[in-house]
């Protein structure tokens, strides 16, 4: 299995609202990646776990929150986001976090929020 | 400041031309140059990628040529098909972050029939 999935593929949420975005990978990968996609740019570096371990935080506002239960799940939390917060959020994997362990991308979640 | 500047910003090249897009970068501590392409809709997909020790890498229609010197690296796209359509991402990895990829603004390609 080379995928890495996403759920949902669409979410649509108040500001008020909490909800949380999934991330699933099955290779075996000890690295994972959360990023933020505004259209027509490149992804943003959001978070890095590496073993589990939160290991890169790019200063990210609070009202994002990563978790990484175990080596193959990633979530990112989401609570009182703001419309400028609108994006595709992808979720990535690698072996490891050394420069040429590549990163395997999965499709994203559309997110907008309201 | 932006580290990887690439161009152009979009390009439109006729079925079975050849596409070029450029990446220049200022890190020297970079070491490894992936690409890679969107789709609309979908995550970004590793394409080809090189590494410094090497000035071309060919995998079949798509090459990446690097200018260690000039402290550049293109993708060529052979023989482009509408399937090419898409945008495209260099990117530039190395030095004390090692696993953090520094993106160009992307290149979108429409490769018309």
């Known amino acids: 299995d080379t995928e890495v999935t996403q759920t949902p593929k669409h979410l649509v949420m108040g500001m008020t609202n909490k909800k949380s975005l999934k991330c699933e990978q099955h290779?075996?990968?000890?690295?994972m990646y959360w990023y933020k996609q505004k259209a027509k740019k490149p992804p943003e570096l959001m978070f890095v776990y590496s073993y589990e371990k939160l290991s890169i935080n790019e200063s990210v506002p609070s009202r994002f929150s990563p978790e990484c239960p175990n080596s193959s799940l990633l979530n990112l939390h989401l609570h009182a986001l703001q419309p400028e917060d609108s994006a595709l959020y992808l979720c990535?994997?690698?072996?490891?976090?050394?420069?040429?362990?590549?990163?395997?991308f999965g499709p994203g979640t559309r997110l907008t929020v309201l | 400041q932006q580290q990887v500047k690439q161009s152009p910003q979009s390009l439109i090249v006729q079925k079975g031309g050849i596409s070029i897009i450029n990446c220049a970068y200022e890190n020297t501590a970079f070491d490894y140059f992936p690409w890679y392409q969107q789709f609309p809709g979908k995550g970004p997909a590793l394409l080809i990628a090189?590494?410094?020790?090497?000035s071309e890498k060919k995998e079949g229609r798509f090459t990446i040529s690097f200018n260690k010197s000039a402290k550049q690296f293109s993708l060529h796209i052979m023989d482009s098909q509408p399937g090419d359509s898409a945008t495209y991402f260099c990117a530039a990895r190395g030095g004390t972050d090692a696993g953090k990829s520094t993106f160009g603004d992307g290149t979108t390609l429409t490769v018309k029939p």
């Open positions: 090189i590494r410094p020790d090497v």
């Open positions: 290779m075996g990968h000890r690295a």
């Open positions: 990535a994997s690698s072996s490891g976090t050394l420069t040429y362990n590549e990163q395997f």
